[in-house]
T-cell receptor, first 111, second 112 residues
Framework: GEDVEQSLFLSVREGDSSVINCTYT??????LYWYKQEPGAGLQLLTY?????DMKQDQRLTVLLNKKDKHLSLRIADTQTGDSAIYFC???????????FGSGTRLSIRP | SQTIHQWPATLVQPVGSPLSLECTVE??????LYWYRQAAGRGLQLLFY??????ISSEVPQNLSASRPQDRQFILSSKKLLLSDSGFYLC???????????FGSGTQLSVL
């Protein structure tokens, strides 16, 4: 079956890089996503990557995909207090109409 | 531009009472529609999704049901709420393809 796993918490110092990790089980995954949820709000799509890519960079965000190990990571450079949120990893495949989410990683920033 | 409306924002209901949460999408046609639940301290669980009017797929057997009476309307219901139904309910839509999801602002449901 499909499963997406993430660690629940991550604490980093302001200005450092944050790396949030995710593993998934569905080898037919086609698209992998990172969503951000701020307190009391819905989720917003941060970035996504196709399974035939290894890396995608968008300003402070870098997504790395290791398809062999089914491992996805999100790196946030120069982490700011506004980056405090829950980050969800998610996956789907082209024949599916649903997206499966991980449990979310709560990122907290310390001064 | 497309927008998604979800209401109410917060709801407090007694155990055994019925539930109806509504979600509508504007600015697009034939979207895929989804209901997710986020329980306190837990991740996002897919409850139902719909690829068209009257077509509902249930992911988790439970006390809830969903209906799609119109193309851009998705309703989450229960005849009798349980304490375990408490949580943050999120509606979302996508247009297929890459399946980027766009979420509503959520409904915080407390069953007492």
């Amino acid at each position: 079956g499909e499963d997406v796993e993430q660690s629940l918490f991550l604490s980093v110092r302001e200005g450092d890089s944050s790396v949030i990790n995710c593993t998934y089980t569905d080898s037919s995954s086609t698209y992998l996503y990172w969503y951000k949820q701020e307190p009391g709000a819905g989720l917003q799509l941060l970035t996504y990557i196709f399974s035939n890519m290894d890396m995608k960079q968008d300003q402070r965000l870098t997504v790395l995909l290791n398809k062999k190990d089914k491992h996805l990571s999100l790196r946030i450079a120069d982490t700011q207090t506004g980056d405090s949120a829950i980050y969800f990893c998610a996956e789907t495949h082209s024949s599916a109409s649903k997206i499966i989410f991980g449990s979310g990683t709560r990122l907290s920033i310390r001064p | 531009s497309q927008t998604i409306h979800q209401w109410p924002a917060t709801l407090v209901q007694p155990v055994g009472s019925p539930l109806s949460l509504e979600c509508t999408v504007e600015g697009t046609s034939n979207p895929n529609l989804y209901w997710y639940r986020q329980a306190a301290g837990r991740g996002l669980q897919l409850l139902f999704y719909s690829v068209g009017i009257g077509q509902i797929s249930s992911e988790v057997p439970q006390n809830l049901s969903a209906s799609r009476p119109q193309d851009r309307q998705f309703i989450l219901s229960s005849k009798k709420l349980l304490l375990s139904d408490s949580g943050f309910y999120l509606c979302a839509w996508s247009t297929g393809g890459v399946e980027k999801l766009f979420f509503g602002s959520g409904t915080q449901l407390s069953v007492l």
